[in-house]
């Protein structure tokens, strides 16, 4: 299965999904935390392009519902609330210094390697071509662990797990046309009350222990240890 | 167009047009910032102005201080006329290979990194330690860029990479889009332009292609100046034919020639255009956050690499 082969809908997404593995590499290497709120909401509205295109190229409608609720929530809606959180808390010119930026990019792209090689095995599949689109997706949700695992900032763990459920729905779009539209509202409410969570913790957090770095949550009780 | 005369065609090319892409994007950024700017024919006049002037060498330098001049802006025309500007029918096709071409440069690079430190003064030392932590993490960068390109084309010549650019049906490819960004990132770094280095600067913090000059002057001095404004012809024209080859000439007929050239001037003239706009836009980065930059053209190179194993053979 060669990309020559195929109609340029589906040449187009995958130029977008290789994008979307690019959003993810960037919010790995990023620094700056709003400007991570962005790469997130390129991100979603990426993902949005694609579930749009599979809607038009498969000729499924139902998509385009999936399509507007992911960019509305992950591009436009979730990213506004981090921000406006972010700046409550007063974290918008904070940038976090890396422990081994290069040592993450080159793991990251380890993952990828890895999640290529675990794909390959699988053989049926309604398009051929969708199996490397699971690789990407696949990708993207082992790098938004890895973004999880690389971080101190907590916001920057939420931008992580959110791109985790990104790479979830490429995956679900591209080789299932969607999951039912049921289960798609259920996830996406999810994602929208587990984001507004994150927003109350964030703030009972920082109200604890006056910082967002989950480094310094590593002690189970309030009092400071006896001497 | 007969070959000889098309070897001569591409030694003059690189070798005229690129002080006016140099005098075009000094001109644009001068647009820019509401200056009128000098005409575009002032790189030209300078590289005249320099040739006539004597050319002084310190009581310290060694011969490698006089060749130098001569290795640096021999070896990067050698590179520039390998590469296929107006079409894949190229005289020099056997020997235009990009690794080839990579190493060219880098013998370039070599003896300019040694005459920046024959001297003996402290910022010919400064540049040349510079210019080697650049180069030496933007080349596994360029290389893995143009391997995704050579993967696709089944070919390291890059004749024969035009030439099935040429012929191959048109598709997007994602790989290519990250191959261009990897090269856009390593070209302006390997260029020495705004976010890693200013050529229009001699302020002793961040120059870094000036400190190895120096101590030049008269024709030496013109000679690497001239060399470095071939360089960034050469990665431009590198840019534009492989990623846009749209234009370009595959029969030699003399309409399909004119043709070429033009197509050629009109990219090379946008590409100038966006070069002028970007360093407008930017400011110049600390040095030390270089590597981070270049890892991450590494990084697209390396995307590029695996989206085309993995979104585009298919391995079936």
Redesign the interface.
């Known amino acids: ?4 082969a195929l109609p ?1 809908q589906e ?2 997404v ?2 977008l ?3 979307v ?2 959003t993810s ?1 960037l919010l790995l ?1 990023q620094t700056r935390l709003v400007t991570s709120i962005h790469t997130f909401a390129w991100q979603g509205g990426l993902v949005a392009a694609i579930t749009a295109l599979m809607a038009w190229s498969s000729d499924a409608p139902h998509l385009y519902l999936s399509a507007a609720l992911t960019l509305g929530l992950k591009a436009l809606l979730i990213p506004w609330m981090l921000h406006r959180l972010v700046r409550r808390v007063e974290l918008d010119r904070h940038t976090e210094s890396l422990a081994w ?2 040592a993450t ?1 080159l793991g990251g ?1 380890g993952l ?2 890895f999640s ?1 090689w675990v794909v ?1 095995p699988i053989e049926h599949l309604e398009l ?2 969708t ?3 699971v ?2 997706s696949l990708s993207v949700v082992l790098l938004g662990m890895l973004l999880m695992v690389a971080r101190r900032q907590i916001v920057q763990e939420v931008i992580g797990f959110m791109s985790i459920e990104n790479g979830l729905f490429l995956g679900a779009v591209t080789t299932a046309h969607g999951m039912p539209l049921v289960v798609e509202l259920g996830v996406a409410f999810d994602v929208l009350v587990a984001a507004i969570l994150f927003g109350v913790f964030f703030l009972q957090i920082r109200e604890s222990i006056e910082s967002l770095d989950a480094d310094r949550l590593d002690r189970l009780s309030e009092r400071e240890p006896e001497a | 167009m007969n070959t000889g005369l098309l070897v001569l065609f591409q030694f003059l090319f690189f070798a005229l047009a690129a002080p006016l892409l140099a005098g075009w994007v000094k001109r644009v950024k001068a647009r820019l910032q509401n200056r009128r700017g000098t005409p575009l024919l002032q790189g030209y006049r300078e590289l005249w102005k320099l040739m006539g002037k004597q050319a002084l060498v310190p009581d310290t330098a060694s011969p490698v201080y006089r060749i130098a001049p001569y290795v640096v802006f021999a070896s990067t025309l050698l590179a520039a006329a390998t590469l296929p500007v107006l079409g894949p029918r190229l005289p020099l096709a056997s020997m235009a290979d990009i690794i080839v071409l990579v190493g060219l440069l880098a013998l370039g690079r070599f003896f300019l990194a040694l005459a920046g430190m024959d001297v003996g003064t402290a910022f010919g030392g400064l540049g040349s330690s510079r210019e080697m932590l650049i180069s030496s993490l933007a080349e596994p960068a360029i290389l893995m860029a143009v391997f995704t390109l050579t993967l696709t084309a089944h070919s390291t010549n890059l004749a024969s990479v035009t030439d099935f650019l040429l012929h ?2 048109p ?5 290519f ?2 191959a261009l960004m990897a090269l856009l990132l390593v070209g302006i770094a390997e260029t020495g332009r705004i976010p890693v280095d200013n050529p229009a600067t001699h302020l002793e913090l961040t120059m870094v292609h000036e400190a190895m000059i120096l101590e030049y002057s008269g024709r030496h001095l013109a000679l690497m100046e001239w060399a470095a404004q071939i360089k960034l012809l050469l990665y431009a024209v590198l840019l534009v034919n492989l990623f846009f080859p749209w234009g370009m000439d595959a029969q030699g007929t003399p309409t399909g020639t004119l043709v070429a050239l033009t197509a050629v001037t009109f990219k090379l003239a946008v590409v100038g255009t966006a070069l002028g706009v970007t360093e407008s836009v930017l400011a110049k980065m600390r040095l030390f956050k270089v ?2 930059y270049l ?2 053209a590494f ?2 190179a ?2 590029g690499l ?2 085309h ?8």
């Open positions: 299965m060669t990309l020559l340029l040449q187009a995958f130029v999904a290789a994008m593995l690019f590499f290497a930026p290069a990019l792209a990828v390697l290529y390959l051929a071509a199996r490397n689109i690789a990407i | 191959s049906a598709a997007l490819r994602p790989s889009l990250f590597p981070l890892d991450m990084l697209l390396l995307l695996l989206s194993v993995i979104l585009e053979v298919g391995s079936r």
